[in-house]
């Protein structure tokens, strides 16, 4: 039988994170591809303490439906730690649970963006966020990325040759390439997109993991009303439980709660008592720490890795935070054909190409370090160095 489609899911790019994992599923394959928090870190007990709470002391509210907003108590959790973290004001009634972060992606697009509507992303830019908003065709424009945030000369010339409906950024230790906004560069983002109509959509999945514990303000604190904000448990809880949240000015909430009224009514409720118990009974900071100082190590493994094995003119970012880095290999290294040597020495990465919507990033590729030990992070360069050096022959 002949299927009429949508005309837009001829538009919308696979996932191509999860077509390489389904070729990593062998034990042998070391995989630096997927962008997974270590489970060795899973607070296994604690939530499961919590989930038994919950069952029993309000199991039968929490296995009913409820508001599309979210649980009450988690959702001041949230606002009060913007003002303790970050200083923002921001009331419990500006903040939806979502299914994770990836949701918020797509709330955002269905309240925002019509066909050939532009929208400004980084270059690279994070994979979810390209597929999230492909759906609803718009027109994506790159802001390239320096060192130290996006390059905002370019970003005030696109804006004034034609301001977007969204410019999707991810401030703090960016996916894929672990680069952080500096404060200055920040105010300078917020600075360019003052007045214009563009919605800042700050995707904050990295925010709390900062190795060096310090956090830097978020793009809302000078853009107050025109910065929506998107956060996850995924990276400091578990990513299993699915709870994310966006958190926006009343008018823009309004335009989500509808959205995500007409998607799926409400998140899991059981879900979102349970991480609310959990906070409520953990010292979630303690734990922050413990992943923060693991990441590190992890971090600084790879990277020590990667000085002994890849060529010495391969280039690499030195990420303050987050799961991921950046590689950029001598021009004329293919990542996506070394892929194909790489998979077949049983280590696995993900070519740089799928993070551009405008072509390019050729050589270069993203390194997940956050899910690997330090023995298969050391096995693992070898061989993605042993892949580099057949490639160049």
Known sequence: ????????????????????????EKPEVISFAGGLPSPSL??????????????????RAALQYSTTEGYLPLREFIAERYRQRLGLSVDPDEVLITNGSQQCLDLIGKVFLDPGDPVFIERPGYLGAIQAFSLYEPEFRSVPLLDDGPDTGCLEAMLEEAPARL??????????S???????????????LAGTGTVFVEDDAYGELRFDGRCLPSVRQYLSDATVITGSFSKIVTPGLRVGWVAAPREIMDQITVA?????????TL??????????????????????RAYRTQRDQMIAAIEEEFP?????????????LWVTLPEGCSTMRLLEIALEKNVAFVPGKAFYV???????????????GEEEIAEGIRRLGAAIRTFIG
Request: charged fraction near 25%; hydrophobic fraction near 40%; aromatic fraction near 8%.
């Open 178 to 192: 672990g680069i952080t906004y500096s404060e200055e560069k920040r105010r300078a983002v917020a600075a360019a």
């Open 271 to 292: 879900a979102q008592r349970v991480i609310a118990r959990y906070l409520e009974t953990n010292d979630i900071d303690a734990h922050i720490e413990r992943i923060t």
């Open 260 to 268: 995500k009224q007409a998607s799926d009514l409400h998140s899991n």
């Open 42 to 59: 899973f607070a296994v007990e604690e939530l499961a303490a919590a989930a038994q709470d919950v069952m029993a002391d309000a199991g």
């Open 358 to 372: 405008d072509g390019g990033g050729d050589t270069t590729m993203r390194l997940n370090f956050s899910n690997a």
């Open 1 to 24: 039988m002949a299927y009429h489609f949508a005309s837009r899911m001829g538009k919308t790019p696979r996932s191509f994170i999860r077509e390489i994992l389904k070729t990593t």
């Open 167 to 176: 410019f999707y950024g991810v401030p703090n230790a960016q996916n894929p």
């Open 312 to 324: 010495e003119d391969a280039r690499y970012t030195r990420p303050d935070g987050g799961m991921f």
